[in-house]
């Protein structure tokens, strides 16, 4: 079973980028590169919605309002998936949570929290 770790969230001001990272462990690299990746985030009071997606053969899915400030990436060997944001807004603010898929099983990570101040 793959275990996920979400890291380089933060605070950051409006306008500014961060770039989380999600490694992979427990898989080995000829599993982990079947794995749909995808990032989700969650602000309080919200729920949970796709932020981005990367499929194995490199396809990539956006949330339409995040096009053109989010690019999702992956590396194999690595075994980690990338999340750059760029001009952040306030409503940006949300716990990020990775998420692999593989055979109709879904394993989540434990989230890194990004806070945008205006």
């Known amino acids: 079973q793959v275990q996920l770790v979400e890291t380089g969230g933060g605070l950051v001001q409006a306008g500014r980028s961060l770039r989380l990272s999600c490694e992979a462990s427990g898989s080995p690299f000829s599993i982990f590169i079947t794995y749909t990746m995808g990032w989700y985030r969650q602000a309080p009071g919200n729920e949970r919605e796709l932020v981005a997606s990367i499929t194995a053969g490199d396809s990539r899915n956006y949330a339409d309002s995040l096009k053109g400030r989010f690019t999702i990436s992956r590396d194999n060997v690595k075994k980690t998936v990338y999340l750059q944001m760029n001009s952040l807004k306030p409503e940006d603010t949300a716990v990020y949570y990775c998420?692999?898929?593989?055979?109709?099983?879904?394993?989540w990570g434990q989230g890194t929290l990004v806070t945008v101040s205006s």
């Open positions: 998420k692999a898929t593989r055979s109709g099983n879904d394993y």
